[in-house]
């Protein structure tokens, strides 16, 4: 499994999150070796996100909008460091340029409206 680390910003409009508690074990099967669950008082936290990204940059290059699901575990990285570790994510066609920077992304039809 690759892993990225990158900087990037985005504007998110209609964001849904839903965040349950799961175990730390359960959680640490699906991390690549080097990541840990972050402990949330003897258990991981897991997140489903909804939104729509507008204003995208990766890195210093401008992006297209999109819309898009993912599956997100709140881990330590590597170096020790806090981060998010996306498990699945779903994206409208013009979010697949983040598989380039090897995220786990698959194209889906999604819509978000107000």
Known sequence: MNWVRFRGSQSLRHL???TWEAELEQID???P???DPLD????GLVSLVGF???DV???GLPAPPYTGVNLRAYVRDREGEPAIFILQSRVTPTGMGAILLGLPVRTTMISAEA
Do not use: N
């Open 29 to 31: 099967r699906a991390l």
């Open 52 to 54: 729509r990204a507008r």
């Open 40 to 43: 949330a008082g003897g258990c």
């Open 33 to 35: 070796p080097g990541f």
């Open 57 to 59: 940059r990766l890195g």
């Open 16 to 18: 849904t999150m839903a």
